[in-house]
């Protein structure tokens, strides 16, 4: 019940297209997901996170859309480039306590 | 945005030593601050959680005894890899969120550790 569950693995959009990217938990008690973006050799960074009460949540080309009934979010970037591709982690917590991340997608947008 | 630093970045060791790496939350106070190790193409796997003045709690499978933890302020955090071994070899990362119930959760760059 604490797993986060991440689609695709791997994911190739060309520039200027739409990535994709799904998650689903089965922990009603989480309230807090955000998105992280890693490099390789570094540590992760927070892109964008939300709560449960809004369905979606916009900053720049990155969107989240929660569907709090079907238990799933995911993240939408619009206009990838080629300085996107890096490897996105959702994660849920309970208030910012106990983070699950999920498995990671590697997002290679070609130029 | 909150800043945290770790260092070293890199650190090379032979077999049987100790490597101390720290973890420093620049502009925020860290109630709690979290070790991470991650392999190769991997996700993030929680090694142990600790609290300002408090011992950490370690996940399941992690050695308290190989991992040492020390939260000593609310603005540091280290992780001692005692008697290292190759199999210690890895990427490990701190984290640390803040005072508010939703504070985020900010990373340092990672250390990565190999033992020879």
């Known amino acids: 019940q604490q797993q986060v569950k991440q689609s695709p693995q791997s994911l190739i959009v060309q520039k200027g297209g739409i990535s994709i990217i799904n998650c689903a938990y089965e922990n009603t008690a989480f309230d807090y997901f955000p998105w992280y973006q890693q490099f390789p050799g570094k540590g992760p960074a927070l892109l964008i996170a939300i709560r449960p009460d809004v369905s979606e949540k916009k900053e720049g080309r990155f969107t989240i859309s929660f569907n709090k009934s079907a238990k799933q979010f995911s993240l939408h970037i619009m206009d990838s480039q080629p300085g996107d591709s890096a490897t996105y982690f959702c994660a849920a917590s309970v208030i910012s306590q106990n983070f699950v991340f999920g498995p990671g997608t590697r997002l290679s947008v070609l130029p | 945005g909150a800043v945290v630093s770790q260092h070293p970045s890199r650190v090379i060791c032979k077999s049987g030593t100790s490597v101390k790496i720290e973890c420093r939350s620049l502009d925020f106070q860290a109630t709690t601050m979290f070790w991470y190790r991650q392999f190769p193409k991997q996700s993030l796997m929680l090694m142990a959680t600790s609290n300002e003045g408090s011992k950490a709690t370690y996940e399941q499978g992690v050695e308290k005894d190989k991992f040492l933890i020390n939260h000593a302020s609310l603005t540091l955090s280290t992780l001692t890899v005692t008697s290292a071994h190759p199999e210690d070899s890895s990427f490990y990362i701190c984290?640390?969120?803040?005072?508010?119930?939703?504070?985020?959760?900010?990373f340092g760059n990672g250390t990565r550790l190999t033992v020879t």
């Open positions: 984290s640390a969120t803040g005072t508010g119930a939703f504070s985020p959760l900010h």
